[in-house]
């Protein structure tokens, strides 16, 4: 029952896309009062190659996948990729074509079908983990191997019961009722009982959590399965130190051989970092061009009268690679023998007067749309610290130095999350730690907008922690 559902779900994701494409095609073509030439032949022609456009897309890019660990997220992005191919083939169709279509047609029935589409899409899904999670169309599953691994598999399991599956048992050499009272789970037999329990319940897949030293057990387990139609699954014996950590495993292969990697980086993409890059120059010109050359001798004569000293400071901090570069900064102290080793605090008596209000809007931060320019830094990444702090921290924040795998920002995740100011306390710095960490391993050009979005309306509404 449940495999057959299953595969009606691709059917049904389809056929209610399919639904909407031709609707939003006739509510463009009533928008701009074109209704009339519904039967006109270029219409109709149209009509059938966005169809088939559609189906063509949808099947090779397996945008109805029936992944029951999807996160909505995942699948808006999925279908946002999906759409903006669509959007150029079907651009490169009008081009070849000499049929003269609407462009304002086109582009409002791509508008419609793409807010009806993710929005049936979204609904679909919710309401499939919310009928999964009260214990409908779920999959029978056995866990081969008693041990932390598989414990901590089973954990992730009964907390997600939208993904829809049941556990029917384990199954290790033993004494079952030994390792039940060791581990809590429910030990149905041994290693020789696997098969004849799997085809007596009917069990649609096999998560082997055996060590890879029981090669033989688990080739054995891999032909049953292909031979009884069941999937099976390995669950790597290092899984359980990732356990709540929220990491996302990437595996890259070296010919045929699987290499596993810890930490997803988007940024190591080329094709991302040079997005990233010509943001950051652009950004950077428009910001020094536009704001930087009219303030700069404002700010400049404000701190010349209230302090004796330089207008902008410079200090070493340490950037991408663990690399030490020069950053700048307007200066918002008194000249002081200790600003590399002591950091700023609330109603510290080295801040002048001038140096309250640029700490208070971030503008003692604008000389560092130079490093951007340079290349020393970038507009949105982890806060570079100062040589003494980075040493420090590196010896007692877990993953510290994580952060220095991309550049350091002028503004970040964990400042538009309230962790900026003073760092004295390792909680936390922890917390920035773990921010720029996620910020490292989900960049998107789409997130780095948004930051700097909140840092502009945290610069306007006030931030407890400037200072």
Not at 3 to 8: H, K, V
Not at 10 to 26: C, F, H, R
Request: hydrophobic share 45%; net charge positive; with cysteine.
């Amino acid at each position: 029952m449940t495999r057959r559902y299953s595969q009606f779900l691709e059917l049904i994701y389809l056929v209610g896309d399919i639904i909407l494409l031709n609707t939003a095609y006739l509510i463009g073509l009533v928008v701009i009062d074109r209704f009339d030439r519904v039967f006109a032949n270029p219409v109709i022609n149209l009509m059938v190659v966005v169809n088939l456009v559609w189906f063509f897309l949808t099947k090779v890019t397996q945008y109805y996948e029936n992944n029951r660990l999807l996160t909505l997220d995942r699948i808006t992005l999925k279908f946002l990729r999906v759409v903006a191919m669509f959007i150029l083939l079907i651009a490169f169709y009008e081009l070849l074509v000499k049929d003269h279509y609407s462009r304002q047609h086109l582009m409002v029935t791509i508008g419609v079908f793409a807010v009806l589409s993710l929005i049936w899409r979204l609904t679909l899904d919710t309401v499939l983990k919310r009928y999964r999670a009260a214990g409908y169309n779920y999959r029978r599953i056995i866990v081969v191997g008693v041990n932390p691994t598989s414990v901590d598999f089973a954990r992730q399991i009964s907390d997600h019961d939208e993904y829809g599956y049941r556990i029917m048992g384990f199954f290790d050499e033993g004494d079952p009722a030994a390792m039940e009272m060791q581990y809590n789970v429910d030990v149905q037999g041994g290693i020789a009982d696997v098969q004849a329990f799997a085809i007596r319940h009917n069990i649609d897949e096999i998560y082997c959590a055996l060590e890879s030293s029981r090669e033989e057990i688990i080739t054995d387990l891999i032909k049953f399965a292909d031979d009884h139609v069941m999937r099976i699954r390995i669950v790597p014996e290092f899984s359980h130190y990732l356990y709540g950590q929220a990491k996302r495993l990437n595996i890259e292969y070296y010919g045929n051989m699987p290499v596993v990697t810890f930490r997803q980086e988007p940024l190591e993409s080329l094709g991302n970092r040079a997005v990233k890059r010509s943001f950051d120059f652009a950004f950077s010109v428009f910001v020094l061009v536009f704001v930087f050359s009219w303030l700069l001798p404002i700010i400049a004569i404000a701190i010349k009268i209230t302090s004796k000293g330089p207008v902008f400071f410079k200090q070493k901090r340490t950037g991408e690679n663990n690399e030490i570069f020069t950053c700048y900064k307007f200066r918002t102290m008194q000249v002081n023998e200790v600003a590399d080793a002591v950091q700023a605090t609330k109603n510290d008596s080295r801040i002048t007067s001038i140096g309250k209000v640029l700490r208070k809007t971030n503008m003692d931060e604008l000389p560092q749309f130079f490093n951007v320019l340079f290349g020393h830094m970038s507009v949105v990444g982890p806060r570079p610290h100062m040589l003494k702090h980075t040493e420090e921290y590196s010896k007692i924040i877990d993953k510290f130095m994580v952060r220095h795998l991309i550049k350091p920002g002028i503004t970040g995740m964990a400042q538009v999350k309230g962790y900026r100011g003073d760092t004295t306390d390792p909680r936390l710095m922890e917390k920035r730690v773990q921010y720029d960490v996620w910020y490292l391993e989900n960049w998107s050009f789409l997130l780095d907008l948004k930051i700097v979005f909140l840092t502009v309306w945290n610069m306007v509404r006030g931030d407890k922690n400037a200072f």
